[in-house]
């Protein structure tokens, strides 16, 4: 790595991350920026709310309490800090800061980026022809649109890149891509082209591999056993050529570890179509990137390749969508998933469970996460969690009083845990796209007050059909039974696939995606005609009701799998405890698969 190179750390991948992350990152030495990552889809409507019921909130308060103890430190290191902890009220959020700053004797120079926010513009945009159609269903928006609670655009780095020629302390956004506010610091210091597609995407491979915190640095890592210590962990830092080259580390004496293997599983995160991982700034090409491990905790990434972005925003929208409930009982052994299946059933038929829109049923302790690919046959004591959705809120609340009224008219050992359940609003997730040309980011800065309107992300004509020959499969259907699936994996020949794998899985919308890396290439050459799109639909058939997609990545010798339709619906719409997939990942890595290795 050449000597003189921008450094970008992470201090935060969510809304309620570590908090100490922040402090952590600029103790350990200089970096030039540092960006925080706040929002969600199901974020953005409780901020909305939030701004509804107090015109003064609507952002992400904690990074104004994070933000008191190191900004004296920050400003005297010349460390920027970028942060969508804006939400849905970015200007807000930006006075809190310097009133904040105030009582401890300091002004820093505070940027904001707004213009996301579409809310108010919604009915008049769809009026004049914006369609926003749903991009996961093809959904029409006509009855949905007065349910919406929130809606905002996904900027990228191009309304960054003018705020950051203001030289701010601190830059508050709105709705901008975790990865565009990496890539921006990239573009200022460099002065990279807006149709240098390679080095942008170099920008938005350094963002996707920070955006997630320490996810990238040992956390959420599936051979944990190596990491040396979970204590302070270490945030990812990217060091950053002018060529596009980078680096990924972390400050040393700190926590976690920095490898090929973590920054594989992080890349495969989310991923998507590895070809083309879609941002408003440019497509990036997963499918080129190399990694070479280059010291302790520090791995070199290069290679990346992109295109010309689309002509769109992507808008995440929010709206009101019934309501749901779950219902937790403990039932005891002996027998104790007989006896819960027994209570399910006879519970069930008491609230007829046909009349609601949809209900769930888990059993923890046994199979909740997931389902028969469990291989247990019975627990000391199982948690029963009994879920519905329906419109009708009150319907919902008789369904909870039944629960207790049951315990003694049932099987035996029965005990309710946490008392009656509430009903609780369903926000449903509504994705779509609207043409750049329509909407214009705005940069204010904070201490003249002075706004204005920018250019925003740089118009394309990417087409996904343009890239499908990557090696790709689909499987529809399952073609074998739960029970033939459960014969083969108790196989004593077979191996586990843990043994040759690593993973990792999260979500997009009501699409699980599962990232499997083998742990060396003749493992990746040998699994090519068993770890198939079939296969996994067949062992994730009672879950995933939409087909499996596989895509091959020779180049991290890892597979890529989509499962559609596999997440109740996905965020708070769903019953299931793990609404984003997130133990997905170990469920495969627990199976044993035919290997002739």
Same mark, same amino acid.
Request: proline residues 4%.
């Given at each position: 790595?050449?000597?003189?190179?921008?450094?970008?750390?992470?201090?935060?991948?969510?809304?309620?991350?570590?908090?100490?992350?922040?402090?952590?990152?600029?103790?350990?030495?200089?970096?030039?920026?540092?960006?925080?990552?706040?929002?969600?889809?199901?974020?953005?409507?409780?901020?909305?709310?939030?701004?509804?019921?107090?015109?003064?909130?609507?952002?992400?308060?904690?990074?104004?309490?994070?933000?008191?103890?190191?900004?004296?430190?920050?400003?005297?290191?010349?460390?920027?800090?970028?942060?969508?902890?804006?939400?849905?009220?970015?200007?807000?959020?930006?006075?809190?800061?310097?009133?904040?700053?105030?009582?401890?004797?300091?002004?820093?120079?505070?940027?904001?980026?707004?213009?996301?926010?579409?809310?108010?513009? *919604? @009915?008049?945009?769809?009026?004049?022809? $914006?369609?926003?159609?749903?991009?996961? #269903? /093809?959904?029409?928006? %006509? =009855?949905? !649109?007065?349910?919406?609670?929130?809606?905002?655009?996904?900027?990228?780095?191009?309304?960054?890149?003018?705020? *950051? @020629?203001?030289?701010?302390?601190?830059? $508050?956004?709105?709705?901008?891509?975790? #990865? /565009?506010?990496?890539? %921006? =610091?990239? !573009?200022?210091?460099?002065?990279?082209?807006?149709?240098?597609?390679?080095?942008?995407?170099?920008?938005?491979?350094?963002?996707?591999?920070?955006?997630?915190?320490?996810?990238?640095?040992?956390?959420?890592?599936?051979?944990?056993?190596?990491?040396?210590?979970?204590?302070?962990?270490?945030?990812?830092?990217?060091?950053?050529?002018?060529?596009?080259?980078?680096?990924?580390?972390?400050?040393?004496?700190?926590?976690?570890?920095?490898?090929?293997?973590?920054?594989?599983?992080?890349?495969?995160?989310?991923?998507?179509?590895?070809?083309?991982?879609?941002?408003?700034?440019?497509?990036?090409?997963?499918?080129?990137?190399?990694?070479?491990?280059?010291?302790?905790?520090?791995?070199?990434?290069?290679?990346?390749?992109?295109?010309?972005?689309?002509?769109?925003?992507?808008?995440?929208?929010?709206?009101?969508?019934?309501?749901?409930?779950?219902?937790?009982?403990?039932?005891?052994?002996?027998?104790?998933?007989?006896?819960?299946?027994?209570?399910?059933?006879?519970?069930?038929?008491?609230?007829?469970?046909?009349?609601?829109?949809?209900?769930?049923?888990?059993?923890f302790g046994w199979n909740a996460c997931h389902g028969t690919i469990s291989h247990q046959d019975d627990a000391s004591e199982i948690l029963l969690q009994l879920g519905a959705r329906d419109q009708d809120k009150e319907k919902l609340a008789r369904m909870a009083r039944v629960v207790p009224a049951m315990i003694l008219s049932g099987p035996p050992g029965v005990t309710v845990y946490g008392g009656v359940a509430k009903p609780a609003t369903v926000i449903g997730y509504w994705p779509a796209l609207i043409a750049k040309s329509l909407l214009k980011p705005t940069v204010t800065n904070m201490q003249t007050g002075k706004s204005m309107e920018v250019e925003g992300c740089r118009e394309g004509n990417f087409k996904v059909e343009s890239v499908s020959h990557l090696n790709v499969e689909f499987a529809n259907e399952p073609s074998m039974s739960m029970k033939q699936v459960a014969k083969d994996a108790i196989s004593p020949q077979n191996k586990r696939l843990?043994?040759?794998?690593?993973?990792?899985?999260?979500?997009?919308?009501?699409?699980?995606?599962?990232?499997?890396?083998?742990?060396?290439?003749?493992?990746?050459?040998?699994?090519?005609?068993?770890?198939?799109?079939?296969?996994?639909?067949?062992?994730?058939?009672?879950?995933?009701?939409?087909?499996?997609?596989?895509?091959?990545?020779?180049?991290?010798?890892?597979?890529?799998?989509?499962?559609?339709?596999?997440?109740?619906?996905?965020?708070?719409?769903?019953?299931?405890?793990?609404?984003?997939?997130?133990?997905?990942?170990?469920?495969?890595?627990?199976?044993?698969?035919?290997?002739?290795?």
């Amino acid at each position: 790595m050449k000597s003189n190179v921008l450094k970008i750390g992470n201090a935060g991948g969510y809304w309620g991350d570590d908090h100490l992350a922040l402090k952590r990152q600029i103790e350990g030495g200089h970096l030039d920026y540092i960006t925080i990552d706040f929002l969600a889809e199901v974020t953005m409507s409780i901020m909305q709310k939030q701004r509804a019921t107090d015109p003064s909130l609507g952002y992400a308060r904690d990074f104004v309490t994070v933000l008191k103890g190191v900004l004296q430190q920050a400003m005297k290191q010349k460390t920027c800090i970028i942060s969508n902890a804006g939400g849905v009220n970015p200007r807000a959020c930006a006075e809190a800061i310097q009133k904040m700053a105030e009582s401890i004797g300091l002004q820093p120079k505070i940027v904001v980026v707004d213009g996301d926010d579409i809310l108010p513009r *919604l @009915k008049d945009l769809h009026k004049s022809g $914006v369609k926003f159609a749903n991009m996961e #269903t /093809g959904g029409d928006f %006509a =009855p949905v !649109i007065d349910r919406i609670v929130a809606a905002n655009a996904y900027f990228g780095a191009a309304p960054v890149v003018e705020a *950051l @020629k203001l030289e701010p302390d601190i830059i $508050v956004t709105g709705r901008v891509t975790d #990865t /565009g506010i990496t890539l %921006a =610091p990239m !573009i200022h210091r460099y002065g990279w082209k807006w149709d240098d597609w390679d080095k942008l995407s170099a920008g938005i491979v350094a963002g996707h591999l920070l955006e997630c915190g320490s996810q990238a640095t040992g956390g959420n890592f599936s051979d944990w056993q190596k990491v040396k210590s979970f204590k302070n962990m270490g945030y990812p830092i990217v060091e950053v050529s002018e060529d596009g080259e980078l680096c990924l580390t972390k400050h040393p004496d700190t926590g976690g570890l920095v490898s090929q293997d973590t920054v594989r599983e992080q890349l495969f995160y989310e991923m998507g179509n590895p070809k083309a991982y879609l941002t408003p700034d440019v497509v990036a090409d997963f499918s080129t990137i190399q990694l070479v491990d280059v010291g302790k905790d520090r791995v070199r990434v290069f290679g990346v390749k992109g295109y010309e972005p689309t002509p769109f925003y992507k808008v995440s929208m929010a709206f009101e969508n019934g309501f749901k409930i779950v219902c937790p009982l403990v039932i005891s052994g002996p027998n104790a998933r007989a006896k819960a299946e027994k209570f399910a059933e006879i519970f069930w038929d008491r609230v007829d469970a046909s009349t609601f829109d949809a209900t769930h049923t888990e059993y923890f302790g046994w199979n909740a996460c997931h389902g028969t690919i469990s291989h247990q046959d019975d627990a000391s004591e199982i948690l029963l969690q009994l879920g519905a959705r329906d419109q009708d809120k009150e319907k919902l609340a008789r369904m909870a009083r039944v629960v207790p009224a049951m315990i003694l008219s049932g099987p035996p050992g029965v005990t309710v845990y946490g008392g009656v359940a509430k009903p609780a609003t369903v926000i449903g997730y509504w994705p779509a796209l609207i043409a750049k040309s329509l909407l214009k980011p705005t940069v204010t800065n904070m201490q003249t007050g002075k706004s204005m309107e920018v250019e925003g992300c740089r118009e394309g004509n990417f087409k996904v059909e343009s890239v499908s020959h990557l090696n790709v499969e689909f499987a529809n259907e399952p073609s074998m039974s739960m029970k033939q699936v459960a014969k083969d994996a108790i196989s004593p020949q077979n191996k586990r696939l843990y043994d040759l794998c690593l993973a990792r899985s999260g979500d997009k919308g009501d699409t699980a995606n599962i990232g499997v890396l083998a742990r060396n290439r003749e493992i990746f050459d040998r699994l090519d005609k068993v770890l198939t799109a079939q296969y996994v639909k067949n062992l994730f058939q009672e879950i995933c009701l939409g087909r499996v997609v596989r895509y091959k990545l020779d180049n991290m010798m890892g597979y890529n799998f989509l499962l559609e339709e596999s997440l109740g619906g996905g965020g708070t719409v769903t019953l299931r405890t793990d609404a984003q997939g997130k133990t997905l990942a170990q469920a495969l890595l627990n199976q044993r698969i035919p290997y002739d290795g």
